[in-house]
């Protein structure tokens, strides 16, 4: 199985008003491979958004990319130019935003919504065929009575729904990665629960997928690869199973620790103390330093490296 996207040392900031860059994602390394789902786990505020905005190249303003590359099938994407960008975008990768509630366009029917992005890649294509392909779309995330639906405006889904309809647009040009921000937020437990289903099925029809989330829960469902970020650093990466039976760095510890179970005894959850500290507080040593109960000084003083700690499973820790 080949690369599909890979992260080589990349790291990218924000410039303020007076021409300071305050580094945010800090030499990210890391692969999505062809056939395999990966976990991008942390907090809010770790850097796992801007990640795949950084992958899309839809950064915003102030964004300044500092080093480091981001290979597409060994080619870099931050050297394409806006038209081949914009070629990649939905064809090569597609992505299913956050907030499906507000990612679609109230005046446009749902059939125009994702039929945009086949007319858009494909202007060969006749109304009746592109029409048909939203149809098989609609059918395949399982949006019953398709025909009535196609032409409904999004007022008229639910939250579920709409999410499903942002999964078909995002599918409907079977991208090699289809990258999920946060594919379930907002949604209950049992539409959560189909949701995944669906997503499990097109990984299975699909050459990869990214998974963006703050829920492990999600990530033990249907990952096989996970990366936990923290303040802009991949502190921890391994396969599913290396991260969830032997997590090593704190962080990873205190996230794993503050997950409720069916079998929890009857005491006050964990949770990890203090909160992600913004872009212009990280210090000169390890970023998660004035939240671990185990720092020293040499914690907070300098960067902790890289290290491999069993065949696919690395950590950046001073204690490991």
Request: net charge negative.
């Amino acid at each position: 199985m080949g690369t599909i996207v890979e992260f080589k040392d990349y790291s990218m900031g924000f410039q303020d008003d007076n021409g300071k860059v305050y580094n945010l994602l800090d030499r990210l390394s890391f692969k999505v491979e062809e056939g395999k789902a990966l976990g991008v786990v942390g907090e809010s505020g770790c850097g796992k958004s801007m990640t795949s905005l950084s992958m899309m190249r839809l950064l915003p303003d102030g964004a300044v990319v500092q080093g480091g590359e981001i290979l597409l099938e060994g080619e870099n994407i931050l050297n394409m130019s806006k038209e081949k960008m914009q070629q990649i975008r939905g064809e090569k990768l597609a992505m299913i935003f956050q907030e499906p509630m507000t990612a679609l366009n109230p005046v446009l029917t749902i059939g125009q919504q994702i039929g945009e992005s086949l007319t858009l890649h494909h202007p060969e294509m006749k109304k009746q065929e592109v029409r048909q392909k939203v149809l098989e779309a609609l059918e395949e995330v399982g949006i019953a009575n398709p025909e009535t639906r196609i032409d409904q405006y999004p007022h008229e889904f639910s939250g579920g729904m709409r999410q499903r309809v942002m999964i078909a647009m995002a599918m409907i040009n079977r991208p090699a990665l289809l990258i999920a921000d946060e594919p379930t937020t907002a949604l209950d437990v049992t539409i959560q629960a189909q949701i995944l289903d669906i997503m499990k099925r097109l990984k299975n029809a699909s050459s990869g997928l990214m998974v963006i989330t703050h829920n492990l829960g999600i990530v033990a469902e249907i990952c096989e690869e996970v990366v936990v970020m923290y303040a802009g650093q991949a502190i921890e990466r391994g396969t599913l199973k290396a991260i969830f039976d032997n997590p090593l760095h704190p962080y990873t510890k205190g996230l794993m620790a503050s997950v409720p179970t069916i079998r929890s005894e009857k005491k006050p959850l964990y949770t990890i103390p203090g909160t992600v500290p913004t872009v212009y507080d990280f210090g000169t040593g390890c970023r998660f330093a004035d939240r671990c109960e185990h720092c020293t000084e040499k914690c907070r003083k300098e960067v902790p490296p890289v290290k491999m700690a069993e065949k696919d499973h690395l950590v950046q820790c001073w204690l490991i």
